[in-house]
């Protein structure tokens, strides 16, 4: 018989013997496994603060000062660069065109990419390679991307206005025109990001159990079906996160706009990105660029949260 | 496990430590070590001669090895009063990127000694970033004109080393054919009009005068002699107050549309200076353009027969012009070798300079004595630019006190829509009057 207390199995049981040496002792297994953690964290908490947090406090704090921001004293405004926002026509602007440019290519870029996901997932012969066609735009740099456009769209020998001389069609003047320039900028944006989302997609489309395709043949569900009840719901936490991802990028729109438009022609392509530069190292006005971008972080935020809310509930 | 995670965890925060405290490794040579360093930025075509001189490729483009050698004679000279220096040259670029990169640089408090650019000069000495150059004596010999540009409220902050006004150039093949005596430019706005009306005539893609259109800064500066001839202005003299809505302006705007109506439509919208020059004026397809000295060079690369006079000048107007081109060189209140940077800063306005620069670029040399002797005795198309620079009352474009990017882009698109559409020009003139108004007011 032994000293131990019959449990509820029948299998004696005994009190939890002490790790070897715990008892006493400051570094317990606990503690140990606590530092382990913070010091793999840590780094990278430390960098975060620095790189991230800080300069984020900083932008809030100089958004309520005039300040050149490389000589002087900042001068405190309170709330002046917020009403210079909200009462310039030039700066209200701004907002819109960011909104109508980066939701058009949002839009287009995400109709896009999952009409060329769907076709990249077919059992096709040499998929991998219209794969990387596809995908090619996003390794190149919108450095080089703008040039190419740039030499596409001169008015003299540019290829757009060869192919119109082609067609018998007069030339156009691209660069002084509001509407072209603005759509050559959804256009090229598009083109570019087309392959990041599309990767998104087709990594999505492929997470898919087969089986449900599978039981939809059987309750005689055509393609078309397949895809509005199997694909689409089950696409759905990837849409979001595309939708999310895509959104931020789109409005945050710069380097085509400053290799292709500078903002123009007659302003018609200074988005917010642009104008936060713009204002910062052109015009010198710090204080009005923080504002600018703190107005911009929380509009991001707020369609995020929406986003968020609002769609991915429906995804739970 | 756990053993290997502490030893990771371990590593992970030595590298960190260490990465933090440590600092760049720069192998020199023991001699370069002794020496003080003074930084400075070049554009062309000034250039860092170790860059083109040492090419062992043999490839290095013989306008870039010119330049080098021009570059390596002023550092000499620099070095015969400062032999415990060596300069370290920075390329930055040009414009709008070598401001952004100054003021980066000056906002991180690791800017360089001596900064080259040529149109924000009295933006930065306002901003107290510049010491004042004294130029003693120097000061009489350089063209007012061309130091004009780097002042600011009376002193001197930047020194110019090579500089230019705009001039017409015309196109003698193309005179012919038009039946103009290829030996009689035009003196006037309406002789102007009226030849390049004929040339434009010839048809073939042929403009008659290639006017700058477009959304840049190349454009406002053609645009200014025309302006001043009449009385008009960007702003006021003292620079405080905008100008744009005035009868001079009106007067400028409506006669340069009617210009701009003889060229190919949209030979020049993009603002890439160099595609719409080939696509016109390089290919024999433009009777006139206005370009600065830098231009005979170009031209004559391009065999073209063309020659260069004074620009034609308004009915009731008087000749007049704007400094570009206009290479300057100033010394960052930062800098820890201020008096060995001024006095290299100093040493581009000298004579001796001055003749190199010109030597070896055939551009517009700064100094009075190389311009009244060298250039003049010289004669030929860069003598026209010389004699013009003698015009009184030749400044650069205005510094404005405030959203200075913001006011350019208002006057980009009055100078677009004013040349290249059909709408009222006194209406254009006063919407930019008032925009401009509103963000100098801010």
């Not at chain 1, 921001?69 to 026509?89: I, T």
């Not at chain 1, 839009?107 to 076709?119: E, H, R, V």
């Not at chain 2, 149109?119 to 306002?126: C, K, N, S």
Request: proline share 6%; hydrophobic share 45%.
């Amino acid at each position: 018989m032994s000293n131990g207390v019959i449990g509820q199995t029948g299998q004696p049981t005994f009190p939890a013997a002490p790790l070897v040496g715990q008892q006493g002792r400051f570094w317990t297994r606990a503690r140990r496994e606590g530092l382990t953690g913070w010091l793999l964290v840590g780094p990278v908490m430390v960098y975060y603060a620095v790189m991230g947090l800080i300069p984020m406090g900083a932008v809030v704090v100089l958004s309520f000062v005039r300040w050149t921001g490389f000589s002087g004293s900042p001068e405190w405004v309170w709330l002046h660069n917020y009403k210079l926002l909200w009462d310039f026509p030039l700066y209200r602007d701004v907002f819109v065109h960011t909104l109508y440019i980066g939701g058009s290519i949002l839009l287009a870029s995400l109709a896009i990419s999952f009409f060329i996901a769907l076709l990249l997932n077919a059992r096709i012969r040499g998929r991998g390679i219209y794969r990387t066609i596809w995908y090619l735009p996003a390794v190149v740099s919108f450095a080089i991307t703008s040039q190419m456009w740039n030499a596409f769209l001169d008015p003299t020998n540019g290829l757009f206005n060869t192919i119109l001389r082609w067609a018998g069609q007069p030339a156009i003047n691209w660069q002084l025109s509001a509407f072209w320039m603005t759509f050559w900028i959804i256009v090229l944006s598009t083109w570019k990001g087309v392959g990041g989302t599309m990767i998104i997609f087709l990594a999505g489309l492929q997470g898919i159990d087969p089986t449900l395709y599978e039981a939809g043949k059987i309750d005689g569900a055509n393609r078309l079906a397949l895809l509005r009840y199997v694909t689409l719901p089950s696409l759905r936490p990837v849409t979001v996160f595309a939708v999310i991802s895509g959104m931020l990028g789109a409005m945050q729109i710069f380097e085509p706009v400053q290799l292709l438009t500078r903002g123009g022609p007659f302003d018609s392509t200074t988005v917010v990105v642009y104008s936060i530069y713009k204002n910062a190292f052109l015009n010198s006005s710090f204080g009005l660029a923080s504002a600018m971008s703190v107005v911009f972080a929380l509009l991001c935020l707020a369609f995020t949260v929406f986003q968020l809310t609002v769609v991915g509930r429906r995804t739970d | 496990m756990s053993r290997v995670l502490r030893i990771l965890a371990s590593l992970v925060v030595l590298v960190s430590v260490l990465a933090g405290s440590a600092r760049p490794f720069h192998a020199s040579t023991a001699a370069a070590a002794a020496k003080k360093v003074l930084v400075m930025t070049l554009a062309n075509p000034y250039v860092d001669p170790a860059i083109y001189l040492n090419d062992k490729t043999k490839k290095t483009d013989p306008a870039d090895y010119s330049n080098a050698q021009l570059t390596k004679r002023i550092f000499a000279m620099f070095y015969k009063m400062h032999p415990d220096y060596v300069i370290k040259p920075v390329n930055w670029g040009w414009s709008d990127a070598l401001r952004q990169k100054i003021l980066l640089n000056v906002a991180a408090g690791t800017g360089p000694d001596v900064i080259t650019g040529e149109d924000f000069f009295p933006e930065f000495a306002r901003d107290g970033i510049l010491v004042p150059v004294e130029l003693g004596p120097l000061q009489k010999e350089i063209a007012p004109a061309t130091l004009s540009v780097g002042m600011y409220d009376g002193k001197t902050y930047a020194v110019p080393a090579e500089s230019g006004i705009f001039e017409l150039f015309y196109n003698k093949t193309l005179f012919k054919q038009a039946g103009l005596d290829p030996n009689k430019p035009p003196a006037t706005w309406d002789q102007w009009l009226a030849d390049s009306k004929k040339i434009a005539a010839l048809g073939h893609g042929i403009s008659g005068t290639a006017t700058e259109v477009n959304t840049g800064l190349g454009a406002s500066f053609r645009l200014a002699p025309f302006m001043r001839q009449v009385g008009g202005d960007f702003t006021s003299k003292d620079g405080m107050k905008i100008t744009f809505n005035s009868p001079g302006n009106l007067k400028a705007f409506t006669f340069l549309r009617q210009l701009t109506a003889t060229q190919v439509p949209g030979l020049s919208s993009a603002t890439d200076e160099g595609k719409w020059f080939a696509a016109g004026w390089w290919a024999n397809k433009a009777g006139f353009v206005v370009d600065g000295p830098w231009e005979i060079a170009s031209s004559q690369q391009f065999k073209l027969n063309f020659g260069v006079a004074p620009l034609p000048v308004a009915p009731g107007g008087h000749p007049a012009n704007v400094v570009v081109g206009n290479q300057m060189f100033a010394v960052m209140k930062a800098s820890k070798n201020q008096q060995a940077a001024l006095d290299l800063v100093r040493i581009f306005g000298t004579e001796a300079a001055s003749r190199l620069n010109y030597k070896y670029t055939g551009r517009l040399p700064i100094n009075l004595n190389v311009l009244n002797n060298d250039v003049m005795k010289a004669g030929g198309p860069i003598s026209v630019f010389a004699e013009g620079l003698k015009v009184p009352g030749i400044t650069g474009l205005p510094a404005y006190p405030a959203n200075p990017a913001n006011i350019w882009d208002i006057f980009y698109n009055l100078q677009v829509a004013a040349l290249a559409t059909n709408q009222p020009i006194a209406n254009l003139l006063a919407t930019a009057q008032s925009n401009a108004e509103a963000q100098l007011a801010q």
